[in-house]
């Protein structure tokens, strides 16, 4: 039986998604999905490990928990790093299709859980699995009313001292959900970040 570890769970989620690949060209927001991806994916500093890529979403691990202040550096960063490529869209934007005009509404918010996990090994690939998996997939589906923002489970130790950063702001919050029941949190809204933001440099 595969051993089980108390794992990180973090999981970048691109908001708007739906709505975008919906009432755009297929081509160019495939191409513009898989390059957020790929930015989400090549920002991490901590050494998070990526599971599975889930459409609009990235299922990443570590088997180690890191600081609260840390988690919350790597979110601000993959933020940024997100919009700064979004805002070349519309200052470099040489072609008019939908896609290309509608990618600024495109935007990011973040699940953080831990718990006990198992990896099932399927040939080359490493899968994940167990209980705390599938809440982290559930807390995507929450009653928080903005679209950019970090949620932190009660299954994070936050130390609150050790986040020095200004723009934090720590909102409690709650939702109930079959099998678990209520489920508390914190979330952190993202919007503020959007004033730091400036457009990446052409490649």
């Not at 570890?5 to 919906?22: A, E, M, R, W």
């Not at 998996?133 to 589906?141: E, G």
Request: proline share 3%.
């Amino acid at each position: 039986m595969a051993e089980k570890k108390f794992t990180l769970l973090f999981i970048p989620d691109i908001s708007g998604f739906t709505d975008f690949v919906n009432r755009t060209e297929i081509n160019h927001s495939r191409h513009i999905i898989s390059e957020l991806l790929e930015i989400i994916i090549d920002s991490d500093i901590l050494g998070i490990k990526v599971s599975e890529i889930e459409g609009d979403a990235v299922l990443c691990y570590k088997d180690s928990i890191p600081a609260t202040s840390e988690l919350i550096k790597q979110c601000e960063l993959t933020f940024k790093k997100f919009h700064s490529h979004l805002k070349r869209y519309d200052t470099e934007r040489i072609c008019r299709c939908g896609a290309c005009e509608k990618a600024s509404d495109l935007s990011l918010k973040f699940i953080i859980h831990a718990g006990q996990v198992e990896k099932i090994k399927i040939k080359d690939h490493e899968k994940l699995h167990g209980s705390d998996v599938i809440l982290a997939h559930r807390l995507m589906k929450n009653s928080i009313e903005n679209s950019e923002y970090i949620l932190i489970s009660k299954a994070i130790d936050i130390a609150p001292e050790s986040l020095d950063m200004e723009w934090i702001k720590m909102n409690p919050g709650a939702d109930t959900y079959e099998i678990f029941g209520e489920t508390k949190y914190i979330h952190i809204p993202l919007q503020s970040l959007h004033s730091d933001i400036l457009p990446a440099k052409p490649i």
